[in-house]
């Protein structure tokens, strides 16, 4: 038996007749070929395979079945006595290449091994060009499986942008994306939190309780649990991609969210603006196209929501007086037509009042103006502090304020004006070191009235009423219903401290 050299076809005898096999093994290696036999070789190891059975012959149906069993392509020649050739048909349907009738005449073992061989190395060819063919067609479908989720992804994205360009408030923004993602990935919870003004907003699954949402939020505040606890006020050192937070390090720096939690920095050109946060109740994790649609996605939705916050500074700088905090006239003029309109169609009271600072000409002219501002800024503090939640308080002018009251009749304004009244009277104000106090007056209309048609009816109702409180001694609440019924339905005050406050009447309105 010859030793082995790399490239070298080897070729296993097998025979139960040692002078047989012996004689085989001589014409294989005459032939050019590696002999393996016995217990040192294998069929796995072999590439063609010579069995000699003196019997029926039908022994070859057991190594054939071993040969596929072991997952080997050796070329099998069986060689034994001629038993026709249905007998070697079977064999040949079975597997083997070609049988081999004994005695094998000279040349015939060799020519059989010679072409076995070559129909071996065309079926390897054409199985490893199966196999490129079928990895190919894998690579193909995988690719196509990925165009198609990129081209779902950019659908989605588009149809979002566009969404989001018909809306500037970002609630509404982000309700949009939890509704399109939350099937695509199974989400329980989608939210955002936004560092500058620090704001979240969370859309949830409807069978989501409001605990996981409450826990969710609190997550968000303290500015995700991919950021270390940071405080939200501030973008903390955000990470450049997406970070996947495990429940227990949520437990480090938040209450424990079970299920797979994404967290995903919202950036405007480079700089951190918030974060998107992505919850599952189940342990399945986020695959790889999932992360990559969601990163797509923060994109638009960074911008769409830098884009509504930057409306919304501009529509309340546009609508708040830059002195006292309160609503400007622009958004008083707004308010009250929609509250009247209200009031129309469902038939609720509506009541305004109009309140005007008592003597507040003389105090700036005294005091200067940079006192004044402080003393209306003053002022507008307090009559936050005496309404209602429900109730809006607006700077109307100068030193005159307009407070509307929707559902309220004027006996209940009646006791919100005399609330207000009396707690600015009672209040001690400084300036230049002197304490002094300051009263108001106030008129008070009510909606709907026969005699108020518009809203402008309305506003100059009350500013009638106002103009009585005013000629009338000051520090006293007046309404419309006084003048059309002639009843005395005013509330004095205490006398107008002008010793303390060194100011006199400068006029029926000042």
């Not at 109307?396 to 009646?414: H, M, N």
């Not at 006084?482 to 303390?500: F, H, I, L, N, W």
Request: charged share 25%.
């Amino acid at each position: 038996m010859s030793v082995h050299e790399p490239n070298r076809t080897r070729v296993l005898v097998m025979s139960p007749t040692a002078s047989v096999r012996r004689v085989f093994q001589a014409r294989v290696q005459a032939a050019g070929y590696d002999v393996w036999s016995g217990p040192e070789g294998s069929a796995c190891d072999v590439e063609a395979v010579i069995c000699h059975l003196p019997g029926s012959g039908m022994g070859a149906l057991a190594i054939l079945q071993d040969l596929r069993d072991a997952h080997s392509d050796a070329c099998l020649l069986v060689a034994g006595r001629d038993h026709g050739a249905e007998r070697t048909a079977t064999l040949l349907r079975a597997g083997a290449f070609d049988y081999l009738a004994t005695p094998v005449a000279a040349g015939r073992l060799e020519e059989a091994l010679r072409q076995g061989l070559e129909v071996r190395r065309s079926f390897l060819q054409v199985r490893a060009l199966s196999d490129k063919l079928q990895q190919a067609n894998e690579d193909l479908a995988r690719e196509r499986d990925s165009l198609r989720r990129w081209n779902q992804n950019l659908v989605l994205v588009n149809d979002l942008s566009q969404s989001f360009a018909g809306t500037l408030d970002a609630a509404e923004i982000v309700q949009m994306v939890g509704k399109r993602l939350e099937p695509m990935l199974n989400l329980d919870l989608l939210g955002v939190g936004w560092y500058a003004p620090a704001r979240v907003w969370v859309h949830a699954a409807p069978a989501i309780d409001p605990e996981t949402i409450r826990r969710a939020q609190a997550v968000l505040l303290a500015g995700g649990a991919g950021a270390g606890g940071a405080r939200f006020a501030g973008p903390p050192s955000a990470p450049e991609g997406p970070v996947a937070a495990t429940p227990e390090a949520q437990a480090t720096h938040g209450p424990s969210l079970k299920g797979r939690v994404l967290e995903v920095p919202l950036r405007v050109a480079q700089e951190p603006v918030g974060i998107l946060r992505l919850q599952r109740g189940s342990e399945e994790p986020f695959e790889s196209y999932q992360v990559e649609l969601i990163k797509a996605v923060t994109t638009s939705l960074a911008l769409a929501l830098r884009n509504a916050e930057a409306h919304q500074q501009v529509q309340s700088q546009a609508l708040t007086d830059g002195l006292t905090n309160l609503l400007n006239r622009r958004a008083f003029s707004n308010i009250l037509t929609r509250e009247f309109r209200e009031a129309e169609r469902y038939r609720t009271p509506l009541c305004l009042i109009m309140l005007d600072v008592d003597h507040f000409k003389s105090v700036n002219d005294r005091f200067g103006h940079p006192v004044g501002d402080r003393l209306l800024q003053e002022v507008a503090g307090l009559i936050g502090q005496a309404i209602r939640t429900v109730d809006i308080a607006t700077r109307y002018g100068g030193e005159e304020f307009a407070i509307i009251l929707p559902r309220t009749d004027v006996a209940q304004a009646q006791v919100l004006a005399n609330r207000i009244r009396e707690l600015l009277a009672q209040q001690a104000f400084l300036a230049d070191s002197a304490r002094f106090g300051l009263t108001v007056s106030m008129g008070i209309a009510q909606a709907p009235d026969p005699q108020i048609a518009t809203v402008d009816d309305l506003v100059a109702a009350a500013d009638e009423a106002l103009y009585r409180a005013k000629t009338c001694g000051r520090n006293r609440v007046e309404t419309n219903r006084s003048a059309r019924d002639g009843a005395a339905q005013t509330m004095e005050g205490p006398v107008y401290q002008r010793e303390k406050a060194g100011v006199g009447n400068a006029g029926a309105r000042c």
